[in-house]
Nanobody, 121 residues
Framework: QVQLVESGGGLVQAGGSLRLSCAVS??????MGWFRQAPGREREFVAVISWSGDSTYYGDSVKGRFTISRDNRKNTMYLQMNSLKPEDTAVYYC????????????????WGQGTQVTVSS
């Protein structure tokens, strides 16, 4: 049974930084990603990364500010978030799937419980 556990969310002022982590247990060789959902809005693609880490993709709203990475020795994926804006406020979810990396959240089979990120103005 694959389990994903996010951590690192919290409250930060605009312009600040946070680093999210997603620990994976029960499996390996997964493409992974971060998605977010704000109240009343659809789930949004943030960033995804291939199993090897060689391929990464970012949503337009976070390009240049967020960096996705992973350490397969630790079975952990990260999202470094810099220059945070109030519109980044959302619940952030990590997700995983076997095979190729996709930006469509519907392609992902495994999900964490989510971690809240709140950016104050």
């Amino acid at each position: 049974q694959v389990q994903l556990v996010e951590s690192g969310g919290g409250l930060v002022q605009a312009g600040g930084s946070l680093r999210l982590s997603c620990a994976v247990s029960g499996g390996s060789l997964y493409a992974m990603g971060w998605f977010r959902q704000a109240p009343g809005r659809e789930r949004e693609f943030v960033a995804v990364i291939s199993w090897s880490g060689d391929s990464t993709y970012y949503g337009d709203s976070v390009k240049g500010r967020f960096t996705i990475s992973r350490d397969n020795r630790k079975n952990t994926m990260y999202l470094q978030m810099n220059s945070l804006k109030p519109e980044d406020t959302a619940v952030y979810y990590c997700a995983a799937r076997s095979g190729l990396v996709y930006t469509d959240y519907a392609r992902y089979d495994y999900w964490g419980q989510g971690t809240q990120v709140t950016v104050s103005s």
